[in-house]
């Protein structure tokens, strides 16, 4: 038998190598990478943490504060607690357990959180009990009694409330200018020996004694300055008191804690700016100075809407909303409230001024002259320069300036009536 060549069998493997090197290399290299990096660890898994952690971390709720961890001494304790996916997705989560070290049991309502806002202020006064024989206003039956007893000799006889219904009443009352501290508190008025004889007051006093036939008595003839820190506030028993200026002014704690007291009672205050417009000294002050008064957190100036009693139970019904003042100013009504009745009142439109021109009985303007040669009831400064630097002084916004000042004091005379009938009574 004769064998193969060796030379020949070396040739054919020689040949087979060539033909399958890429097998051959890649063989080899792999040989050669188990050699090196056989044992060295090429990652390391690592415990994330549950998505809530137990004490000291983890799910804090809203609004609580984290507190620092304290050592544990308890043996944990294996708690279920379940997730629920909210009922409105249209692809339901499952129901997912976890571990936690202590009692947790919640259900999560909705994966989408609430809007986050501001934390309320609680007053302690608004959630306490209520005292008892309350109207739905807050007003007992001793507030009323004593709202009756400062206001019922302001009216006689009862009417509608409209129009002329209130037209066929009768009405007394005397008016005050306030005098506070600091400002010009007399700025639309002219004052002799305490009394003023000359202004915006007396003249809109005197236009409603004469267009009701004086039903309504204003003794426009004895209005008299009255100091915010005096007691008489609650002697005269005044329906208002007529605050105006274009100052910036502070009131003392007197006059802030005697002002409180008169309002309660069932007086108002009607402050008129003899700066039209919001902003100027005169406005800052009023607002500021008025929250002193009545700094109740839940009040502040609002506007009457034109379906206040204000407008839709006027003694001129068609005064709907508060007319253009000095300049065409025609901010809305503003107004601090006790027990859902108008306490202050404010007007931004400058009505004081534009009732420094006199009107006479028959609503015409009064150019009617003294003795001296000087006007009765109208301010030469203005009229004169009336279309120059004081504007919207005509014989209509006058009457309707008036017309509007009727009407709110007309309100102030009967706002009470309803509500003290209707409270109860001790």
Known sequence: MNLPDPNVLIQRLIDKINNSRFFTISLGLHILLILIFGGTIM??????PSDFEGEGGGF?????????PQPAQIQPQQTNFTVTAPTTQSNPTTAITAMTATPLDFTMQSVIAPPITA??????????PAPAQVTGSGMTGADAAAIGAFTQSWGKGKGSGSGTGLRKREFEFIAFLARYEGGNWNSTVQVR???VVKGSLPNLLYYMSKVSANKIKTNERKVKVIRLDSDELFTAKPPFIFMTGTR?????????????????????????SSVPGQRSRFDIAFRRE???VIPDVDKNFEPLPRNHPLFTKAYFPEI?????????????????KIFDEVAIIYTANDYGDMMQIGLTADSKIDLGRDGSGGYVATNPTLWENRDIYA?????????????FGINLVVHLLTRWEDKVKASPRL
């Open 248 to 272: 910036d002014f502070k009131l003392s704690e007197k006059e802030v804690e005697n002002l409180r007291k008169y309002v309660r009672m069932g007086g108002a205050i009607w402050g008129d």
């Open 119 to 128: 934390p309320t202020t609680v007053d302690a006064a608004a959630v306490a």
């Open 193 to 195: 020996n305490n009394e």
């Open 320 to 336: 709907t909303e508060a007319p253009p003042g000095l300049n065409f100013y025609a901010e809305p009504v503003y107004a601090l």
């Open 391 to 403: 504007n919207n002084i005509s014989e209509e916004a006058v009457r309707r300036s008036y017309e």
């Open 43 to 48: 990652y390391q898994a690592v415990q994330e």
């Open 60 to 68: 804090v709720a809203a609004g609580e504060e984290t507190a620092a």
């Open 290 to 292: 008025m929250k002193r």
